[in-house]
């Protein structure tokens, strides 16, 4: 089924997804054998090198308007999140009202770029953004494991798209992934790119299982060749989950498919992304290893819940000159 | 906030350096090398340098080196706040008893070396021996007179109240919150324990700026602290320019409550201005004397009253 998907102009879609432009890339996923071949023959990642580039990219200091610039940037990049099994239609509310207004006091702040739900409360996400351009995120796939079967994760996509979902969040089989099954996993994420429509689709790697870099890289550019708009990270329900050598190998991923394809892809990072200080270091990451086109919501998204509430304290730093608190921002 | 401020950290103006003390010696064949202590800060618990990597001489009283602190930035102070508002709900939760017990346990760390804070006192303040003793006793005795006061405070400024009504309705004194002390400057360590000891023995968490040219004995003090069962964060100690760190304090929002004692009189009014931009408590003593009966004013301070009308016999 997967060569259908490699055909130009057969999928209407944005992003041309599941179809590489480049005629090199279209033969690779004939079967799991060249598959295998493709992604073992990408170039092995130097784990030290990637550690230490990291690492000093992490030293950049970004003050004053620059930093400024940085926390409206990342603030403009988050997908908030809520992703508990106690979630209710009240705190979807209540989240989604503070999505389109970040800050009431201050109504400069930007607006976050996305809600992230599950499938059940997308309605709900869908009527209170009504009107805010933020746009409606739902996991799906039978997440975070993604243990079932290729019809119910289907059905679970179908779900939440019909309820209007704008932007589907997958996890890819990990299992399948790490036991070589590669077209497996190639071919699932085809099938529920297809379902999703319209909706940009976001493949969750969870990092965090893939145990090495080398895995990241190939599971990155398994879920680019498949189609997914966005690789991101983790489910946030593992951990280790964004760590900054992981981000750097993701955001290679991207920037070296869109030199062989031409086609822009994004990335999320997604779990333990807590302060604005570490935000802002991927943004510095994102510049120097992808490039700045990639510096914009549609291309890198932060998947968080209590990063904004710090974004919003360190803006208010800015504005007021004192330090600011928690008293002064919503508890979510 | 100040771009740029007079940091106050010059030397004493009448001063002679005693060269010998401040450059290191060679040591001659069999002679121990000196062992130099290094005075940090003391924030969450832990003892780092300055952030800003920092620090400055300390002299005696007649001009002597005694030793460089830690010169601490607006950004140790932002984290002695952060450690201190996270050690509230343990500390504030504690039980009174509990607390009073640890008070009463830095008070034996205290006593335990009692030699080793007389002569640090004494180099701060050019006291005698005598003197100085006697004033690390009056701080031994003030953490213990204050560990009683642990579960007894609520019995004195609490209770039920009158009412016309089918209520039961008590008050209660429950802690304000984080609280940022500004040390006496010039009696190091008793003036230190007279200010801290009572905001913390109600349950607050404290950020205090030590006196800027006195600060040793509190740092030695921070290291019994950290070994007398007083969580991780629950004072925070920095030491540096109070001209500079005030302002910040003062302003900053998630304090609630500011002790001007050891504050210059005529830089009271601007801080005062800054801290009542977030509503704070601030406690302005005119008078100040370490050496007398305390009195239970420095409890008030930092206690908020809750009052609760329980319905009855309906």
Redesign the interface.
């Given at each position: 089924m997967s060569t259908a998907f490699l055909q130009p102009g057969t999928d209407g879609s944005q992003g041309g997804a599941g179809m590489p432009a480049s005629p090199e890339l279209a033969d690779v996923t004939r079967d799991n054998a060249s598959l295998r071949r493709f992604l073992h023959g990408l170039s092995g990642v130097d784990q030290v090198g990637a550690e230490a580039r990291a690492a000093a990219l992490a030293t950049r200091s970004i003050k004053t308007t620059a930093k400024a610039w940085a926390i409206d940037t990342a603030i403009s990049m988050v997908d908030l999140t809520t992703l508990e099994g106690a979630d209710t239609h009240g705190k979807v509310r209540s989240l989604c009202a503070k999505a389109a207004r970040p800050d009431p006091s201050d109504p400069s702040t930007p607006a976050v770029a996305a809600v992230c739900v599950y499938p059940d409360l997308v309605a709900t996400a869908v009527e209170s953004l009504a009107g805010t351009g933020v746009q409606t995120a739902s996991v799906a796939t039978a997440f975070p494991s993604g243990r079932a079967s290729l019809q119910t994760k289907l059905h679970d996509v179908h779900d939440a798209v019909r309820a209007g979902a704008t932007e589907i969040d997958m996890v890819i089989d990990r299992g399948a992934f790490l036991s070589g099954r590669y077209l497996d996993v190639f071919d699932e994420i085809v099938a529920v790119k297809q379902a999703c429509g319209a909706a940009h689709l976001k493949v969750i790697l969870e990092t965090g299982e893939l145990v090495t870099l080398d895995s990241v890289r190939r599971a990155s550019w398994l879920a680019l060749l498949a189609g997914g708009d966005f690789i991101k990270t983790s489910t946030g329900k593992v951990t280790p989950a964004a760590t900054p050598p992981v981000a750097l190998v993701m955001l290679q991923a991207v920037r070296d498919f869109a030199a062989r394809t031409g086609d822009v892809r994004g990335v999320k990072l997604a779990g333990g992304i807590r302060t604005t200080k570490e935000a802002v270091r991927y943004l510095v990451m994102v510049n120097e290893t992808a490039g700045d086109r990639w510096l914009n919501p549609h291309t890198f998204r932060f998947g968080a819940s209590t990063l904004l509430n710090d974004l919003l304290q360190q803006r208010?730093k800015l504005t007021?000159?004192?330090?600011?608190?928690?008293?002064?921002v919503s508890i979510d | 906030m100040p771009s740029k401020v007079k940091t106050g950290l010059s030397r004493p103006a009448k001063t002679t350096p005693n060269k010998s003390t401040a450059v290191a010696r060679q040591p001659a064949t069999g002679e121990r090398i000196a062992v130099r202590k290094t005075y940090k800060l003391y924030i969450g618990g832990a003892f780092p340098r300055s952030e800003s990597g920092r620090s400055y001489p300390v002299y005696d009283r007649a001009g002597a080196l005694l030793a460089h602190a830690a010169q601490a930035s607006r950004k140790d102070l932002r984290d002695a706040v952060s450690a201190a508002r996270k050690a509230f709900p343990g500390w504030s939760g504690a039980t009174a008893y509990n607390r009073g017990q640890i008070l009463y346990r830095i008070a034996e760390m205290l006593e335990g070396r009692r030699d080793q804070f007389a002569a640090e006192v004494a180099a701060a303040e050019g006291l005698s021996d005598s003197q100085a003793a006697a004033q690390v006793d009056a701080a031994v005795d003030r953490w213990v007179w204050y560990a009683g006061w642990a579960d007894k405070y609520a019995q004195v400024v609490g209770g039920s109240n009158p009412v016309a009504g089918p209520y039961f309705n008590f008050s209660t004194p429950e802690p304000t919150g984080v609280v940022g002390l500004i040390a006496p400057q010039d009696s190091s360590l008793l003036g230190f324990v007279s200010v801290v000891a009572p905001a913390l023995v109600t349950g607050n968490t404290v950020v205090v700026i030590a006196s800027s040219q006195r600060p040793l004995p509190v740092v030695s003090l921070a290291e019994a602290l950290a070994t007398s069962d007083l969580p991780g964060g629950v004072l925070n100690l920095l030491t540096g320019s109070v001209t500079e760190l005030a302002p910040w304090l003062a302003a900053h929002r998630d304090v609630n409550a500011l002790d001007l004692t050891g504050a210059e009189t005529g830089a009271r009014v601007a801080l005062a201005e800054a801290a009542a931009d977030t509503v704070k408590r601030v406690f302005a003593p005119a008078e100040f004397d370490p050496l007398a009966e305390p009195g239970i004013a420095r409890l008030g301070a930092f206690v908020e009253t809750k009052t609760v009308w329980h319905p009855t016999g309906v």
């Open positions: 208010h007021t000159g004192a330090y600011d608190g928690p008293d002064y | -």
